[in-house]
């Protein structure tokens, strides 16, 4: 039988935690009394230097379940990404399949069951997806659906509407730990381990108490991340409009020289219009092209795993 563990980081989250607890908790047990997870199964919460009690209320919660409720002291606050990884690497040791969710509950836990029912189907990893998003505000759904495709427009692979609600098994987890760069983006990392994938969906609810710990600032630092993390377009954009500008001279010239010939310019006017332009875009030309040199230093400072062997035939 396979030992299930429960990821949650958690920061600032005490109004939220022994909810939580209780509705993972009671996930395990329904999943243990059906012979899908081991007994020992256990819930993994990782405190992200939190200000409030948090942390007391996980060592709480641990001397009454210490077999279901385990947890992790982050020595200060991390983030989100970072606390994650932290618990998904310590729990990989621990156990053969993990789950990682939000300490809020938006995720529904009860798909938690598919998840498990798709491992032992064979898949290696399994997505939570979002099949509506009604409790999001305007705003958030807009934007976040926009940032959705512009990711898939600037080339990185995501799974749309999925958020860090996932089911990742440990030879999954072995080699996500052999990626070892520092700007993390985990849902665009994850899609590049490769095995057999699934998804599934069910509707985001209301946070079961507290706020957001992902004010604006934070979402638009992870949306940034998430594109220079992974894509070397921008630059190339860059090097794109620098052409653009230097083609668009041969017009200018054009015009600048009818506009001197039939007299109506001031002195001086042409050739100054079209040094500006022309110079403006080797410029950016130039720009562009030292960038595309970053772009790949960039990526080969990344040493991320190149491959993912899944089997060998000898013999
Ligand atoms: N979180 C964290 N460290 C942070 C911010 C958030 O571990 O610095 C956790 C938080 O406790 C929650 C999860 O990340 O379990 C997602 O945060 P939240 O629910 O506030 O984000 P939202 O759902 O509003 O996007
Ligand atoms: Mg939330």
Not at 61 to 76: I, N, S
Not at 116 to 125: E, P, W
Not at 250 to 257: S, V
Not at 295 to 307: A, C, S
Request: proline content about 2%; glycine content about 6%; aromatic content about 10%.
């Amino acid at each position: 039988m396979d030992r299930l563990a429960i990821v949650v980081p958690c920061y600032n989250e005490e109004e939220v935690l022994e909810i939580a607890s209780k509705a993972l908790r009671e996930v395990l047990e329904d999943l243990i009394k059906k012979e899908k997870i081991a007994q020992d199964s256990f819930i993994l919460f990782v405190n992200d230097g939190s200000k409030d009690r948090t942390w007391e209320l996980i060592e709480q919660e641990h001397a009454k379940y210490p077999v279901q409720v385990k947890g992790v002291k982050l020595a200060g606050n991390v983030g989100h990404q970072f606390a994650l990884t932290a618990g998904l690497i310590t729990a990989k040791d621990m156990s053969d399949v993990t789950v990682s969710i939000d300490a809020d509950l938006q995720d529904d836990v009860n798909v938690i069951e598919e998840m498990i029912d798709k491992f032992h189907a064979g898949n290696d990893i399994v997505y939570g997806v979002r099949s509506e998003r009604k409790t999001d505000t305007f705003f958030k759904r807009v934007t976040a659906q926009g940032f959705y495709k512009m990711m898939a427009m600037m080339g990185v692979k995501t799974v749309y509407n999925h958020a860090d609600f996932r089911l990742m098994s440990k030879r999954a987890l072995e080699h996500f730990s052999q990626y070892k760069e520092t700007n993390l983006f985990l849902r665009g990392m994850m899609p590049l381990i490769g095995y057999q994938t699934d998804s599934v969906y069910y509707e985001r609810k209301e946070r079961v108490a507290g706020e957001s710990k992902y004010p604006l600032k934070k979402m638009l630092a992870l949306a940034f991340n998430g594109i220079t993390s992974f894509s070397i377009k921008p630059i190339t954009l860059i090097t794109g409009l620098g052409m653009c500008i230097i083609l668009f001279c041969i017009f200018a010239a054009i015009y600048a020289l009818i506009s001197y010939f039939t007299g109506n310019v001031v002195q001086g006017w042409t050739s100054l219009i079209l040094s500006i332009w022309f110079i403006g875009g080797v410029q950016l030309l130039a720009i562009g092209l030292v960038g595309q040199y970053i772009g790949k230093i960039y990526m080969e400072v990344k040493q991320r795993p190149r491959y993912n062997i899944e089997k060998v035939l000898e013999d």
